[in-house]
């Protein structure tokens, strides 16, 4: 008897732009938010997918952590490459409108946009999101290491 198992491939936000331009973005986060290679690249990553999920759906709003949110600010800073990228992914520019304690007030975005972008078929990397296992109801607000 031969037994079958289904692989599901994950998406990542990385393979959202070339490699080229991955570790561009990720060189200047690197060196502005002072955090280390491995951080930056996981930041990186789940900004493009945040990014990529926010460009498609404009049904919900969705909102970006404060440990994901600098990606999108480096990634707006290259403001070529960004532009162009929004264009070939959904034809308009994306922009950035931040709400002042938006992610506070309202941890249910962030939950929601966790939600989305693993619909998708992204990996997400939870700690980045603030919504790993361990953390607790009601001291986790849903952005960043608990809160």
Same mark, same amino acid.
């Given at each position: =008897?031969? =037994? +079958?198992?289904?692989? %599901?491939?994950?998406? %990542? /936000?990385?393979? #959202?732009? *070339?490699?080229? #331009?991955? @570790?561009? #973005?990720?060189?200047? #986060?690197? !060196? ?22 926010? /460009? ?7 909102? &970006? +952590? ?15 490459? !960004?532009?162009?990228? $929004?264009?070939?992914?959904? /034809? ?13 007030? @309202? ?7 966790? @939600? ?6 992204? %990996? ?10 361990? $953390?607790?109801? &009601?001291? $986790?607000?849903? *952005?960043?290491?608990? $809160?």
């Amino acid at each position: =008897m031969t =037994m +079958s198992v289904a692989v %599901t491939t994950s998406r %990542t /936000g990385r393979s #959202l732009v *070339d490699h080229e #331009l991955f @570790d561009r #973005l990720v060189s200047f #986060l690197e !060196y502005e938010e002072k955090v280390p290679r491995a951080k930056a690249e996981k930041v990186m990553d789940q900004a493009l997918a945040f990014l990529w999920m926010s /460009g498609h759906r404009k049904d919900v709003p969705l909102s &970006p +952590s404060k440990q994901v949110d600098p990606g999108w600010h480096v990634f707006l800073l290259h403001s070529r490459e !960004y532009a162009r990228w $929004c264009q070939e992914q959904f /034809g308009r520019f994306l922009h950035h409108n931040p709400f002042k304690g938006q992610r506070l007030r @309202d941890g249910v975005a962030v939950r929601r946009t966790v @939600d989305a972008i693993e619909a998708a078929g992204f %990996t997400v990397d939870r700690d980045l999101w603030g919504v790993a296992a361990e $953390c607790n109801e &009601p001291t $986790c607000c849903g *952005d960043g290491p608990c $809160c």
